[in-house]
């Protein structure tokens, strides 16, 4: 059984910093990719950030990129999500998920795996 435990959300101004961790167990964690996701209020989930299997290829959506950084240690199993320069626009409910590849993916039907989720609400 695969669990991915998000943890590191919380409420921050504007142009603060958060940092959210994604631990996962029940399988062979460095073997695959990683997927940051996000959901505001009345919208769909959306992609954030991935990471493929050695941390060695990033790709980002274009709202995030340069302020975001997504990176994993597979000896702690946990993926990394780390938030700078934050914005209204950036509050959602923010979950990881595992892929069945090793390869990173910003489509979000080829994550299987999905974690609870983590609040990050940035107020203005």
């Known amino acids: 059984q695969v669990q991915l435990v998000e943890s590191g959300g919380g409420l921050v101004q504007t142009g603060g910093s958060l940092r959210l961790s994604c631990a996962a167990t029940g399988r062979t964690f460095s073997r695959y990719a990683m997927g940051w996701f996000r959901q505001a209020p009345g919208k769909e989930r959306a992609f954030v950030a991935t990471i493929n299997w050695t941390g060695s290829r990033t790709y980002y959506a274009d709202s995030v990129k340069g302020r975001f950084t997504i990176s994993r240690d597979n000896a702690k199993n946990t993926v990394y999500l780390q938030m700078n320069s934050l914005k209204p626009e950036d509050t959602a409910l923010y979950s990881c998920?595992?892929?069945?590849?090793?390869?990173?993916?910003?489509?979000?039907?080829?994550?299987?795996?999905w974690g609870q989720g983590t609040q990050v609400t940035v107020s203005s």
């Open positions: 998920a595992g892929t069945y590849s090793a390869y990173a993916s910003t489509n979000i039907q080829d994550y299987p795996y």
